[in-house]
Structures are given as C-alpha cells and as structure tokens.
C-alpha cells in the first residue's frame, strides 16, 4: 500500500477472537500506515496461532508479524522462519544470517515486537525463532511494548538452531532498535510491577543478539519482574549506556540464569542481571562477558537503593582495561548528601572470574560508598591502572545523609583472589579507601550534628564529642590473597590504602581496627595491620578457625575443607541453609553421580 492508513493486513480488524488460524509465506508492505500485522487489529484473544516466513514492512507505529495491537489474551502463538539462511565467515567464527521471518518499521516510529506490537492481556506459551524484528524506538522479540500484565511460558531463539543446510545459526532472532529500548521478549514497560503487572515467569530468551543506543535487555527494560527464567547464548549491546542480562533498569529478577552472554554498554551501566537500579534474588550467572565505559558488575552496574542477595558470579569477565569501575558483583553505588541511596549485597560471591578496569576494580564492587555487605566472598582476579582491591578497588566509608546504609558496614568477606595495579593503589580489602567528607550544613554546623568518623570502627560523636554510635561496622574478614601488587610499595596494603588528610597507613593507630581480621601469613610478615592476626594455611583449612572467625554455618558451606591449603571454593555463601548449588550442566537427567 503507498496509502497508508490504520489497520492494515489480511485481516484489517478483528472483532472476535481469532482460534486456530495458520500464516504462511505472508510478505505485507503497508507503506505509512499504523496497525499493521498479519491482523491489523485484534479486539479480543487469539490463541493457538501458528505462522512462519511471515514479512511485514511498515511506517508507522504499532506493528507485529501477528498483530499490531491485540486487546485480548496471547496464548499458544507460534512465530518461525523456516527460510532462515546462514552463510558462516571462512574461519566459523562469525556469519551472515537472512532470516525467514522478519518485521520491519522505517522511520521515526515506535511499537515493533515479533508477535505484536503491543497487547493488553496475558501472554503465554510463546515462541519465536527465525526472525529479524527491527525499528526505532521500542522493539521486542514477542511485542514493543508490555502488556501491563503476566507472561509466563516464553521462548524467544534457540541454541541449536540449524537453518535448511544444516548450518547452525548463531544468532536466531535479531532485535534492532536504531533509538531506544529493545529487549528479548518487552521492549517497554511503565507503572512499576507485582505479580500480576509486568512479570514474567518461566521465560527463556536463547541465541538473541539485541542493539539499541540506549536501554537493552535480555527479557525487557524496565519496569518488569522477572522469576525462574533463563537467558543464554545472547549478545546484548547498548551503543550508549544501561545494558543488562535481564533488565536495564529498576527490574527485579529472582531464581533466574544469564549464562554465556556477551552484555555491553557503550558508556556506562553495565550488568549481568541489569544496568541500573535492579534487585537480583538467587540469580546464577555464569560464563559472561559484561562491559562499559564506567561502571560494569557481574550482576548490576550501578546500584540504587537495590538489593543483591543470595548470587553467584563464575567464570566471568567483568570491565575492561578503559573501564572506570568494575566489580565482581556490582560496578559502583551512587551515595552522596542529598540523596539516600545505598547498595546492599548479601550472601553473594564472585568466583574464578576476571575483574579488569582502568581505575577502580574490586572483587566485589568497583567504587563502594556505604552501604551494607555481608557474608560475601570473592577469588577474583583483579587488575587495574588505578585502584584495585579484593573487596573494592575505591571505597567511602561513610556518606553523610539520612539513609540508615551510610556508613559502610562490611561483615564476613572472604578474599582469595589475587590484586594487580599497574600505577597505584593495590589492596586485598580495599584499593583506596576514604572516610569520606565532612558535609556541613549553610551555617556551618555538622551536617546531622554527626562528626566524621575517620578510622575503621571509629565511633561516631556529635558536635558536643558525645558518642551517638559505637557499632562494630567491620568485622569478620579474612584476606589470603596470593599477591597484592602496584607499581609503589608506598600504595602497596595488604589489606587497605587508608587515604585521608591525616595520611594513616593501614599500620597506623589512627587509621583504626577491624575486629577478627585475619591475614594468611604466607602474605604478611607477621605485622599487626588494621588490629589483624596472621593465619596459616592448616588453620583455614579447619572449621573451627572460620566458625570462630564469625563465619556461621547457617551461611556458608565448609565442604572440601581438609588438610593443606584451603581450596578456593572450600567456603562459599549459600542459599537455602544445608543446601549445596551444584552446576549439573553437561550431565544426563535421571542418571546418578557421585559427588566430592
């Protein structure tokens, strides 16, 4: 059509439900029009629904392979491309993919999804594969934008996907968005979530390569809640910023996987889980690659009053050697005196992955400023030009506003990666650590009426020098790192870089305490640092030395623990108290194993 119009398909509208229908070798060019789908409208549900090597071609807002708006139920729906052509490059790596099914929105226009360009009722029981979905502002593999409801029982691509000639596709569904917002399923979502609003359960997103400038994600962007869901194999990329495996930004995921996925942001917030402002609850990722220009973590990178709890980060890589803050867990916590953000991670490990920044790399967080982290462990591999420590490569200890996270409180961490910083600023707890800045208010007086506590568990006093807190804020820390170095011995800790204008050094009084912190001796010589006691290696290899410590059963795992040196994953946070996360990828189901 060179009219345009509204509506436009073989079906214009639909005004009662649609059952059992099937599209075949369908190609619809509508020229200006809006609506547009195999039907233009649909009022009510369309359910068992199959299509394959569909073509729509549009300009105009609200665009779908099956509809361009469905007011009903999505269920049953079936979306291929049976005419999908791979050609791979002459050394396998890399490949041109023509794909059978493909929906296609020209111009300045919004809506584009797989399946429809949006819905407003439950989707379920979907999938899409073979199809190339592109447009510039909002585009998904199912929809453009959410259906403000419950999805459950998705899959969009595939890992083993094979095209006519038996060439595995690497890629089998392609999302482009040319501005914002594209993701795996939902590219858009507004009115925050529960359980029944913008969540999403049981839902795979498998082999997906998705690009917009801003705002990508493996399931949606923002807004959604996302459970027991899997995302692998996928390629996810922001030109600009907010990127994630799940989400960009304010999403929640729980028991949910990103494994084997590249995930990138141009310029900043990066993360396995989402970019910016998300929750992670027993979330697996594994085998990642997460990158940006500033602030790149394992699960999220950038916090904002969010919570990581109960995850694991393995055989990951985090940041790059240009990266401004790049953690194991997270990238960096926003905290300043105006604002009452805070960064809570709980029960969480990084383990055998590479941490990698230009400044500003921790095993767990990149740049920590407050917040509150327990029962964390970490063997990373860290390095950095700037600022590298096992914990966090820069951390503030204390940020003067009226969240009840500001000042830092880190208890049982566990550390034994190694720390490598080419210029300054090297250690196996923190980099570079501040007490941060005394804020005053207009008149000149203590911002809170707290003074600055400058040392490790220093107590805090009011402007009177009354005591108005004396909790114990660090405690419970074990650093055997195998190396610690910089490029000065000067800016070389084996635990921390006490920096501040009274210029302490972790062997310094003022510089503080850490209550039951312990060194392994083979990396200290036998100096008192921070209050510290030395370790050896029989003693980490026994529970009676980690219980004593603080390290409660009820948290972490003591199996593998024996005579000799500890093994790396001897201790290891975990879920469900009693239980043990076993990776049981490559085995067969139904078959038994023995386990050491």
Not at 7 to 12: D, E, K, T, Y
Not at 29 to 46: D, H, M, R, T
Not at 145 to 154: A, D, F, K, M, P
Not at 397 to 405: K, T
Request: hydrophobic fraction near 30%; charged fraction near 15%.
């Amino acid at each position: 059509s060179v009219y345009g119009g509204t509506n436009v398909g073989l079906i214009s509208r639909l005004q009662g439900s649609g059952s059992g229908l099937v599209f075949e070798n369908v190609e619809i060019k509508a020229g200006p029009a809006s609506q547009v789908g195999c039907i233009g409208l649909a009022e009510s549900s369309l359910d068992n629904i199959w299509l394959d090597n569909i073509k729509i071609t549009a300009s105009g807002d609200y665009v779908g392979g099956l509809t361009g708006i469905v007011r009903g139920d999505l269920t049953n729906i079936v979306l291929e491309g049976s005419g999908t052509d791979y050609v791979p490059s002459s050394d396998g790596t890399t490949g041109t993919t023509t794909y059978g099914s493909q929906v296609t929105v020209e111009g300045t226009y919004s809506y584009t999804g797989g399946v429809c360009g949006i819905g407003y009722g439950l989707f379920a029981d979907i999938q899409v594969t073979g199809v190339r979905v592109s447009g510039r502002t909002y585009v998904g593999g199912v929809s453009g934008t959410s259906n403000q409801g419950v999805n459950e029982r998705i899959t969009v691509g595939s890992i083993d996907y094979v095209d006519g000639d038996n060439e595995q596709v690497l890629y089998p569904v392609e999302i482009t968005a040319s501005s914002n917002y594209a993701a795996g399923i939902s590219a858009y979502a507004t009115n925050g979530y529960n359980t029944t609003r913008n969540y999403y359960d049981d839902v795979n997103v498998q082999g997906v390569r998705i690009s917009a400038v801003n705002y990508t994600g493996g399931v949606g962007t923002t807004n959604i809640q996302v459970v027991n869901s899997l995302v692998d194999g996928c390629h996810i990329v922001s030109s600009s910023g907010y990127a994630g495996g799940i989400g960009s930004t304010w999403d929640t995921a729980r028991n949910t996987t990103v494994r084997n996925s590249y995930i990138q942001a141009g310029s900043e917030r990066a993360g396995g889980i989402g970019g910016y402002a998300v929750g992670a609850y027993d979330c697996i990722l594994y085998n990642n690659t997460v990158v940006a220009a500033s602030y790149a973590g394992g699960v999220m990178g950038r916090s904002y009053n969010t919570v990581i709890q109960n995850c694991s980060v393995t055989d990951c890589t985090v940041g790059t050697e240009s990266t401004m803050y790049a953690g194991g867990l997270l990238g960096g916590s926003i905290s300043d005196s105006s604002n009452d953000y805070f960064a809570y991670i709980y029960n969480s490990f990084s383990k055998d992955t590479e941490v990698i920044a230009d400044m500003g790399a921790g095993g767990i967080v990149g740049h920590a400023q407050g917040g509150r982290y327990l029962e964390v462990y970490s063997n990373a591999e860290v390095t950095a030009r700037e600022r590298a420590g096992g914990f966090a490569g820069e951390g503030t200890g204390y940020i003067m506003n009226n969240s009840a996270y500001r000042r830092m409180e880190l208890k049982h961490f566990y550390f034994a990666g190694n720390v490598n910083v080419t210029m300054n600023y090297a250690g196996g707890l923190f980099g570079y650590y501040s007490p941060g800045e005394q804020e005053r208010n207009s008149d000149g007086s203590f911002y809170l009426g707290e003074v600055l506590p400058i040392g490790f568990n220093d107590p805090t006093f009011n402007e009177a020098g009354e005591v108005t807190d004396n909790k114990v804020y660090f405690e419970g820390i074990v650093i055997a790192s195998e190396s610690v170095t910089s490029n000065s011995t000067d800016t070389q800790a084996v635990v921390a870089n006490h920096v501040s204008e009274y210029g302490y050094k972790e062997t310094s009084p003022g510089a503080g305490e850490i209550s039951n912190l312990y060194i392994w001796d083979g990396a200290n010589d036998g100096t008192s640092r921070l209050g510290s006691k030395d370790v050896s290696r029989q003693d980490l290899a026994t529970e009676a030395f980690w219980t004593g410590a603080g390290f409660a059963g009820t948290y972490w795992n003591f199996l593998g623990l024996g005579e000799g040196a500890a093994a790396d994953a001897a201790i290891l946070p975990q879920g469900t108290p009693g239980t043990l996360l076993l990776n049981t990828e490559g085995l067969t189901s139904g078959e038994e194993y023995e386990v050491e």
